[in-house]
């Protein structure tokens, strides 16, 4: 039962219903229908005869290809009737469907290829963001967004490391070098970076202390703690240096294999591109399949209308066929020949040989007449099939050309 009440149907309502159903009636002239009528055109699989040549123009085909087609037909079958001329017409048109429907196919395939063409174009774009030259030192205090790609995150790394080891080599240490790294490998931290870490921080916190911490009783908190440490000294920036030039050329070789399996893939991702996959893809495959079995019916159609037409025979000038076939049916037995009555007689002898219930003894030899001598033999003391009954023996040399042998039948030890 529904909450909403239903409104009273006063003569109001019913004249505002009676107007406003004046509004969506839809085209009424025949200018506004010829434009809407094609307004839910998506494949043209559907639409009506009439309106093939705008479906095909509205699908950027060209409707004269279809007139050709159709007049090809013609002349490959041969002329006939009202129906052969419909035959040919509907194959033109299933030709017609299944060029489309190929070229829809070929525009999933274009797509699919488009769409990894954009994914390599954007990727391209990622990388470009990512990569800067060593000198440019400003880079570290210059926030970059993250990628989901390998590649674009180790190539982001890298650049960060070259600008970081360049800083290096001058000796310039500023704690936003290891709050950089630090950030970089979150989450993936090594033993190596960890070290790199380590030693940046003993290199320039030191000199962040004295400009940003300058009260003794920190200090001696520190040094309490153990955070605190002397400045590093030239083995330490040695070691900095070897670590930093060992994590580079590691992470060039993990670049390098990104890039590698990027070519791959995108290698991979274009040849799947030639066999989609989902329902829409399985829908027109489904269509591909119906299609060729509308072609192949209406090929046999034809061909077997063009066999026929080819068999007809010739009426003689001035005898219609109709008349010559009544001719032939009804004419009389007498014309038959002598071989012909021969050849009959032999086959109503074959046909009644197959009639006759030939019955062989079980134990003996096939009589060589049987039809001198009739069709049921002796059976010598044995069961009769599917019964339970004793065949008594009767005497032979029945006379040739007399009535069949009698069979006795009795209870089996009577």
């Not at 109503?348 to 030899?365: A, C, F, P, Q, T």
Request: include cysteine.
């Amino acid at each position: 039962m529904s909450l909403r009440k239903s409104p009273q149907l006063t003569p109001q309502l019913l004249a505002a219903a009676r107007n406003n159903a004046q509004h969506s009636t839809g085209p009424r002239s025949a200018a506004a229908k010829q434009n809407s009528k094609l307004n839910a055109l998506k494949h043209g699989a559907y639409v009506r005869g009439e309106n093939h040549h705008e479906a095909m123009l509205a699908l950027g085909e060209d409707p004269e290809q279809l007139q050709t087609l159709t007049e090809e037909l013609m002349s490959a079958f041969g002329p006939g009737d009202a129906l052969w001329e419909k035959q040919i017409e509907d194959l033109a048109w299933l030709y017609c469907r299944r060029e489309r429907l190929e070229r829809a196919q070929e525009g999933l395939k274009r797509r699919a290829l488009q769409g990894v063409e954009d994914w390599q174009h954007r990727r391209q774009q990622e990388m470009a963001r990512v990569t800067f030259d060593a000198s440019q030192h400003e880079m570290l205090n210059v926030e970059l967004s993250e990628s989901t790609d390998r590649g674009v995150a180790l190539r982001k790394m890298l650049s960060f490391l070259e600008v970081v080891r360049e800083e290096i080599k001058q000796r310039t240490f500023r704690p936003r070098q290891y709050a950089v790294l630090e950030s970089l490998y979150q989450g993936m931290m090594g033993w190596r970076p960890a070290l790199i870490c380590r030693l940046l921080h003993r290199f320039s916190d030191p000199l962040h202390l004295r400009e940003q911490r300058a009260d003794e009783e920190y200090r001696q908190f520190l040094r309490e703690t153990g955070d605190a440490s002397e400045p590093a000294g030239e083995p330490e920036y040695q070691e900095l240096l070897r670590l930093l030039e060992e994590e580079i050329a590691s992470l060039r070789e993990e670049f390098a294999y990104a890039e590698k399996a990027n070519e791959e893939r995108a290698a991979i991702e274009r040849d799947a591109c030639l066999a989609p996959v989902g329902e829409t893809w399985r829908m027109m495959l489904r269509q591909e399949a119906a299609l060729d079995r509308s072609i192949d019916r209406k090929v046999r159609i034809l061909l077997r209308l063009r066999k026929e037409s080819a068999n007809l025979p010739t009426a003689p000038p001035g005898q219609d066929d109709g008349g010559r076939m009544e001719n032939m049916e009804e004419a009389p037995d007498s014309d038959i020949s002598p071989e012909n009555s021969q050849g009959v007689e032999t086959v109503e002898k074959l046909k009644m040989k197959e009639r006759r219930g030939n019955v062989y003894e079980n134990k003996g030899s096939r009589l060589d007449n049987r039809e001198q001598t009739g069709n049921i033999v002796e059976n010598t003391c044995s069961y009769a099939r599917n019964a339970g009954m004793l065949c008594a023996p009767q005497r032979r040399g029945s006379p040739v050309g007399g009535s069949p042998t009698q069979i006795v039948v009795g209870k089996s030890g009577s």
